[in-house]
């Protein structure tokens, strides 16, 4: 029987106090739990974890399981719990609005609707004031696709490699990650292109991004200049010119990629892209399902941070706190091209989801949760890349406000993906010792760090003190 490898390392780390009390467990055993998931739950639904942890409650950042551990949640339920677990405000609304309308048809008007369609557009610049709600993210790239084409009567649209734009049979086309492929015929009319990636890209350099911390590559680019983003820009006109037509619907695009690892474009590329699209009759789309709401920080919405104005946005996870909500926002104009037919959503901006989303939107105002994005994001990214100068697994930490990702390598020269058992290894430990945190990348190698904005720096000390303590146990497990 092989031993259990036990490591000499331990952790001083203080998990940040916390004066919430969940309530006690009371529902089925751990070991039926397993069973009914073996049995009843689709086994295309995967869980994390060797042992999969059995969640009972949520307070904010916090989540606790059935045996009452509290864990630190730095995934967010996959980047969707924006403002924290069962936040007061948007709980006390959303009780309100279910003891007095849970839902009617919206071919009637109720309040709800029409004062978040107000709030929602009111955080847009002109002319993005018009609404289109669905119930999720997958469903709203669906229909900007839709949109995009019926508008500009053409089909082609662009996506970049390692984008994550839904599950649909329609998204998949533009989805590039070959893990979420099924073997079927999907993506007519969808062509992908060069992902500038500056960290793992053909091309990149040492002041690329708009990020406090830099990739460790070297450029000798002057002051403004950027040879990497010439270089991308370059090849997404050869796109251009060899995979399309002269015209296309659009180009769709992540502000930062998020299942892929939070990847970040050199500045500017997405400036002369949308410049290039435009020129050829297409719409320009820009998907915020993980980068809205103020998580980057310096600004409310991903596209923002990258100076362009796009012609159609979507959003949803973050958007409802955990609520199943999703929203299409664009210019009157092309919201028209939609109403030639019939196009009918029955729960898409229901009574509940709409006050849901309100509550949002004043929560995020109401406890400074972009400048605390921002102020918390930065002092984690610095904080991750001292890390990434101590240990040389460690290959890169990227990110804006918090949208984070810390890319594993075998050695920072060959930027090789750290082997999938080793990444594993580090992860469950972070688990052990009570802080969850995301995976994504091509290998699955990079960690997605995506909490509720809610964080403090406290809870980052913590953190990035317990993935320390697992890097060292790596170190040592590797000797």
Known sequence: RQQKWKSSISTQAKMPPCD??????????????????????????????????????GHMQWLFDHEGRRYLDLFAGIVTVSVGHCH???????????????????????????????????????????????????????????????????????????????GSPYTLGLTSLTSYKHGVANGFGCTTTMLPDVFRGPWGGSHCRDSPVQTVRKCSCTEGAC????????????????????????????????????????????????????????????????TGFGRTGSHFWGFQTHGVVPDIVTMAKGIGNGFPMAAVVTTKEIASSLAQ??????????????????????AIEEDGLQKNSEDVGTYMLLELAKLRDKFEIVGDV?????????????????????????????????????????????????????????????????AVEIFHTALQRHVERAA
Not at 138 to 158: G, K, V
Not at 355 to 360: D, K, L, M, Q, S
Not at 431 to 458: A, E, H, N, W
Request: some cysteine; hydrophobic content about 35%; glycine content about 8%.
């Open 227 to 290: 040879l990497a983003k010439d270089q991308y820009i370059e090849q997404f006109k050869d796109t251009l010119n060899t995979s399309v037509p002269k015209t296309v619907a659009g180009f769709i695009a992540e502000p930062i990629q998020g299942v892929n690892g939070a990847v970040q474009y050199p500045r500017n590329f997405l400036k002369e892209a949308y410049q290039l699209i435009r020129e050829r009759g297409g719409l320009c789309i820009s998907d915020e399902v993980q």
């Open 20 to 57: 919430f009390v969940p309530a006690k467990y009371k529902s089925y055993p751990y070991e039926r739990m397993q069973k009914i998931r073996e049995q009843n739950i689709a086994p295309s639904l995967r869980t994390y974890y060797k042992k999969p942890l059995l969640l009972h409650q």
């Open 88 to 166: 007061p405000k948007v709980t006390m609304a959303t009780q309100k609005q279910l003891a007095r309308l849970w839902h009617t048809t919206n071919i009637y008007m109720y309040p709800p609707i029409h004062e978040y369609a107000e709030k929602l557009t009111s955080l847009f610049p002109d002319p993005l004031k018009v609404v289109y709600l669905t119930n999720s993210g997958s469903e709203a790239n669906d229909l900007a696709m839709f949109m995009a084409r019926l508008h500009t009567r053409n089909f082609d649209i662009i996506s970049l490699r390692g984008g994550y734009h839904g």
């Open 398 to 462: 990227r990110g804006k406000g918090l949208m984070i990702g810390v890319e594993m390598v075998t050695d920072k020269d060959s930027r090789h993906p750290l082997p999938a058992e080793e990444i594993n290894q580090i992860w469950e430990d972070c688990k052990d010792m009570g802080v969850l945190i995301g995976r994504g990348g091509l290998y699955s190698q990079t960690f997605r760090i995506k909490p509720p904005m809610c964080i403090t720096k406290r809870d980052v000390d913590f």
């Open 341 to 362: 037919n019939l196009h009918f959503n029955t729960f898409g901006g229901n009574p509940l989801a709409c006050v849901v989303g309100a509550a949002v939107l004043d």
